[in-house]
Nanobody, 115 residues
Framework: QVHLVESGGGLVQAGGSLRLSCGAS????????MSWYRQAPEKQRELVAI???????NYADSVKGRFTISRDNAKNTVYLQMNSLKPEDTATYYC?????????WGKGTLVTVSS
C-alpha cells in the first residue's frame, strides 16, 4: 500500500512564503510525474505545478515566477516552494503522484493567506 504524506501548510500573511512537502512511502515503483493541485472553496481542483521524472516542470499561469516545484527521487518526495503568496492562493493543496500502472492522491494540506 502506498501513502502520500503532505506537510508544510499553514497560515501566512500576504507576501510571505511556505514550503510544502509530499513524501511517498510503501510499495511504489518507478514514479513518473509528481505534481501539486489545489482546490479553493467552491472551486474546481486545478493543477498548480508538475515535474516529470526527468526534471521538466510546468506551472499554472497564476503561479509562474512565484512557485517552484522540485523533487528528491531518492526520497520519493516532491516539494513546492511558494513565495509572494496572495490571498487568492488560499486553498487545500494536494500532491498527485503517477507511477507505473497507478496514481495516488495525498489527503491535502491547507494553505491560508491573509491579506
Amino acid at each position: 500500500q502506498v501513502h502520500l504524506v503532505e506537510s508544510g501548510g499553514g497560515l501566512v500573511q500576504a507576501g510571505g512564503s511556505l514550503r510544502l512537502s509530499c513524501g511517498a512511502s510503501g510499495s511504489i515503483f518507478s514514479i513518473n510525474a509528481m505534481s501539486w493541485y489545489r482546490q479553493a472553496p467552491e472551486k474546481q481542483r486545478e493543477l498548480v505545478a508538475i515535474i516529470t521524472s526527468g526534471g521538466s516542470t510546468n506551472y499554472a499561469d497564476s503561479v509562474k515566477g512565484r512557485f517552484t516545484i522540485s523533487r528528491d527521487n531518492a526520497k520519493n518526495t516532491v516539494y513546492l516552494q511558494m513565495n509572494s503568496l496572495k490571498p487568492e492562493d488560499t486553498a487545500t493543496y494536494y500532491c498527485y503522484v503517477v507511477a507505473v500502472g497507478m496514481s495516488y492522491w495525498g489527503k491535502g494540506t491547507l494553505v491560508t493567506v491573509s491579506s
